[in-house]
């Protein structure tokens, strides 16, 4: 089946520092990969998408290329800022028959010190 | 347009206690699900909908039920609440994924504590 593996936070660094948070996926077929975030008291927005290997979602700062060969879609950002605090959710979809499913990673709560 | 809204944002239920929680959206999406967020374990699918009428279990679906009467609206009901349904659970909805790429749209979740 499919498992998505994020990895555990919280994760706290200083306003413009660069940010990583790593995510690898197990997946048959050929999955599209999504990173979503949730501020505090809200609920999740999409932050980002690649729909096949090789591509790169980019939105506000952040990045994340689908890696088939590592079966990764790491996320990134060169400089956070105190507004990125949230928890970033690593996702994916399939395109077999539970193509409407998405399964989630267990999120990553990053704070950001000013 | 407010996208998925979500009644009531918090509840304190008793042990053995039933409550609805409402989900609508206006996105005219086809279909809509209910997740539940548990500390360290992510988003969990209890129940989802491909359309008007139409429900099918997810992957925790034990001790709720939901339905699905209108398009625009999707009701989680527990019936006879535990400890271990006090959650946050978020509803989502989508268009009908003609590919694996698609967007679905959250609400921003209920607090339900069960004594």
């Known amino acids: 089946g499919n498992s998505v593996t994020q990895m555990e936070g919280p994760v706290t660094l200083s306003e413009e520092a660069f940010l990583t948070i790593n995510c690898t996926y197990t997946?048959?077929?050929?999955?599209?990969l999504f990173w979503y975030v949730q501020y505090p008291g809200e609920g999740l927005q999409l932050l980002l998408k690649?729909?096949?290997?090789?591509d790169k979602g980019s939105n506000k700062g952040f990045e994340a290329t689908y890696r088939k060969e590592t079966t990764s879609f790491h996320l990134e950002k060169g400089s956070v800022q105190v507004s990125d605090s949230a928890v970033y959710f690593c996702?994916?979809?399939?395109?077999?028959?539970?193509?409407?499913?998405?399964?989630f990673g267990k999120g990553t709560l990053l704070t950001v010190n000013p | 347009n407010a996208g998925v809204t979500q009644t009531p944002k918090f509840r304190v239920l008793k042990t053995g206690q039933s409550m609805t929680l409402l989900c609508a959206q206006d996105?005219?999406?086809?279909?809509m699900y209910w997740y539940r967020q548990d500390p360290g374990m992510g988003l969990r699918l209890i129940h989802y909908s491909v359309g008007e009428g139409t429900t099918a279990k997810g992957e925790v679906p034990d001790g709720y039920n939901v339905s699905r009467l209108k398009k625009q609206n999707f009701l989680l009901g527990l019936e006879s609440a535990a400890p271990s349904q006090t959650s946050v659970y978020f509803c989502?909805?989508?268009?009908?994924?003609?590919?694996?790429?698609?967007?679905?749209?959250f609400g921003p979740g209920t607090r339900l504590t069960v004594t």
């Open positions: 997946a048959t077929g050929y999955p599209s």
């Open positions: 690649a729909t096949k290997a090789d």
């Open positions: 996105m005219n999406h086809e279909y």
């Open positions: 989502a909805s989508s268009r009908v994924p003609s590919s694996a790429v698609y967007e679905q749209y």
């Open positions: 996702a994916l979809s399939n395109s077999g028959g539970s193509n409407y499913k998405l399964t």
